[in-house]
């Protein structure tokens, strides 16, 4: 790779934002200084401001319609927007930088738009293919890909601009354990070529930390965003990581608290599934075949490499996309005067039986407000009002929401976003549960508090289907699994 003219600087002067749309301060008066080459693991707990800070740096925040600025941000002593091409960024959900329909043209994109010339940008695309290991054809259909594959072409097209500054939003959230690695090893490779500089943010950080050399970890307080530590690895992880874990942040040797195994064993079958080929493209089955059964008082976790088709089951399974051969059958226990085939059961009648939470939040987002995503589903229940008003309460509560409840969904952090489409699936309080990914972005405290509730659920009878790539979550869980194979 050619080497950028020099790293990347990053700076903040009592910096500042908050959303128009939210009535506190995402970051307020964080003063810190990266230098360039620097290698920073930025942590924090779900909410802390991490990612506001990393698309401050990224440029793309917006202007002063979509909110409030207070002091500066610097990128090599300029405004991000002027050193355009000096930072690439790869936010939480890639989807949102997923741009053409073909991955070669989607990687070229930002080469393009920094006036790299023809006959070398086909050869850079080829290069970030190949350094994270998106093996598909250039020609290949980008909305054909799993989530973890659009994670890899994101970063893919990152690593073909070679900027000065290289700036990762949890890049390995919904991986599979293989691809973990092989993310980081690009980045470290890309780093090496290039002595950019690191801001990558990570609940999980084993995997991280022989790559950084300075931890920097973020606290929301009420009058504004502090640096609650800053220093080497060991300095910050070993010295004060029993502070920094109570706070929420995942420190090697703490793990959080788990729940207790089930109180009894699983009860009535209420979906069963038998030969089952699933694919999202009619005549093309991905995955199968499948002969399974879902039952309440048990939760039944789905696991395989990226690709495989692990979220395409799940959709299956809660009836919302058909399957390609075999059948899925519905118990009448679950299914009452539905009929037996969830594919065919009208919206309302999903709503009370089956309730699914997909592996990107954005795809979910219907409302103005928090209080009002809440509200969704038990509106279209025709519920009394007094009635949505406590479930809506009661959830934002249990879930860590409170503070947010007036907020646009789409300013939330990652973590809180996840948060909040696990509540808005628990408001109809339906018999079964389809979760893709559903500690996705939480710190140490929210995984718990997650994870324990999807024990209580299972506990009071709720089935529940968990697809992840965390083992710690399906272990935690005591669940029974399945793995799908490519």
């Given at each position: 790779?050619?080497?950028?003219?020099?790293?990347?600087?990053?700076?903040?002067?009592?910096?500042?934002?908050?959303?128009?749309?939210?009535?506190?301060?995402?970051?307020?008066?964080?003063?810190?200084?990266?230098?360039?080459?620097?290698?920073?693991?930025?942590?924090?707990?779900?909410?802390?401001?991490?990612?506001?800070?990393?698309?401050?740096?990224?440029?793309?925040?917006?202007?002063?319609?979509?909110?409030?600025?207070?002091g500066a941000l610097l990128v090599d002593g300029r405004s991000p927007t002027e050193a355009r091409g000096r930072v690439g960024m790869v936010l939480q959900d890639p989807d949102t930088q997923t741009i053409l329909a073909r991955v070669g043209d989607d990687v070229a994109f930002g080469c393009e738009n920094l006036?790299?010339?023809?006959?070398?940008?086909?050869?850079?695309?080829?290069?970030?293919?190949?350094?994270?290991?998106?093996?598909?054809?250039?020609?290949?259909?980008?909305?054909?890909?799993?989530?973890?594959?659009?994670?890899?072409?994101?970063?893919?097209?990152?690593?073909?601009?070679?900027?000065?500054?290289?700036?990762?939003?949890?890049?390995?959230?919904?991986?599979?354990?293989?691809?973990?690695?092989?993310?980081?090893?690009?980045?470290?490779?890309?780093?090496?070529?290039?002595?950019?500089?690191?801001?990558?943010?990570?609940?999980?950080?084993?995997?991280?930390?022989?790559?950084?050399?300075?931890?920097?970890?973020?606290?929301?307080?009420?009058?504004?965003?502090?640096?609650?530590?800053?220093?080497?690895?060991?300095?910050?992880?070993?010295?004060?990581?029993?502070?920094?874990?109570?706070?929420?942040?995942?420190?090697?040797?703490?793990?959080?608290?788990?729940?207790?195994?089930?109180?009894?064993?699983?009860?009535?079958?209420?979906?069963?599934?038998?030969?089952?080929?699933?694919?999202?493209?009619?005549?093309?089955a991905v995955a199968g075949p499948f002969d399974l059964d879902v039952r309440a008082g048990e939760v039944l976790g789905v696991t395989g490499p990226n690709g495989a088709g692990k979220s395409t089951l799940g959709l299956t399974l809660a009836g919302l996309i058909p399957a390609e051969h075999g059948r899925v059958?519905?118990?009448?226990?679950?299914?009452?005067?539905?009929?037996?085939?969830?594919?065919?059961?009208?919206?309302?009648?999903?709503?009370?039986?089956?309730?699914?939470?997909?592996?990107?939040?954005?795809?979910?987002?219907?409302?103005?407000?928090?209080?009002?995503?809440?509200?969704?589903?038990?509106?279209?229940?025709?519920?009394?009002?007094?009635?949505?008003?406590?479930?809506t309460d009661d959830l934002l509560d249990r879930l860590r929401l409170r503070a947010l409840a007036e907020a646009n969904p789409y300013t939330l952090s990652g973590g809180e976003k996840r948060r909040l489409t696990v509540a808005a699936a628990l408001a109809t309080r339906p018999r079964m549960l389809v979760l893709?990914?559903?500690?996705?972005?939480?710190?140490?405290?929210?995984?718990?508090?997650?994870?324990?509730?999807?024990?209580?659920?299972?506990?009071?009878?709720?089935?529940?289907?968990?697809?992840?790539?965390?083992?710690?979550?399906?272990?935690?869980?005591?669940?029974?699994?399945?793995?799908?194979?490519?």
């Open positions: 790779m050619t080497a950028p003219a020099t790293p990347a600087a990053l700076t903040a002067h009592g910096w500042g934002w908050r959303y128009a749309t939210r009535h506190r301060w995402a970051v307020r008066d964080i003063d810190l200084r990266i230098e360039p080459g620097e290698r920073v693991l930025l942590l924090g707990a779900s909410g802390s401001g991490k990612s506001t800070l990393l698309q401050g740096f990224g440029g793309v925040l917006g202007g002063a319609d979509e909110g409030e600025t207070l006036g790299v010339p023809r006959e070398e940008i086909w050869s850079r695309v080829r290069q970030a293919l190949d350094a994270v290991e998106l093996d598909v054809a250039l020609d290949r259909s980008t909305a054909a890909l799993s989530g973890g594959q659009k994670q890899r072409l994101a970063l893919a097209g990152v690593l073909a601009m070679r900027p000065g500054a290289i700036l990762l939003d949890e890049p390995t959230a919904n991986l599979d354990p293989g691809g973990v690695e092989d993310v980081r090893d690009a980045v470290a490779a890309a780093l090496d070529a290039t002595g950019a500089t690191l801001v990558v943010i990570e609940h999980r950080i084993d995997v991280w930390l022989p790559l950084v050399n300075r931890v920097i970890v973020l606290g929301a307080e009420a009058e504004g965003t502090v640096v609650l530590a800053d220093g080497s690895p060991d300095e910050v992880l070993g010295a004060r990581g029993a502070e920094l874990a109570a706070s929420g942040v995942w420190v090697p040797g703490h793990p959080p608290r788990v729940p207790a195994p089930p109180v009894s064993a699983p009860g009535d079958e209420l979906v069963t599934a038998h030969g089952l080929e699933v694919g999202r493209r009619r005549g093309l059958e519905a118990h009448p226990l679950l299914a009452g005067d539905a009929g037996s085939d969830p594919m065919r059961w009208s919206s309302r009648a999903l709503l009370t039986r089956i309730g699914t939470v997909l592996q990107t939040p954005e795809h979910q987002l219907l409302a103005k407000t928090v209080r009002e995503e809440l509200a969704v589903g038990p509106r279209a229940l025709r519920l009394p009002p007094d009635e949505i008003a406590a479930r893709d990914e559903p500690t996705f972005g939480q710190d140490a405290v929210t995984w718990a508090e997650l994870v324990a509730l999807i024990a209580a659920l299972r506990d009071d009878g709720t089935a529940v289907v968990a697809i992840s790539h965390d083992d710690a979550v399906l272990s935690a869980l005591h669940a029974r699994r399945i793995e799908v194979g490519r």
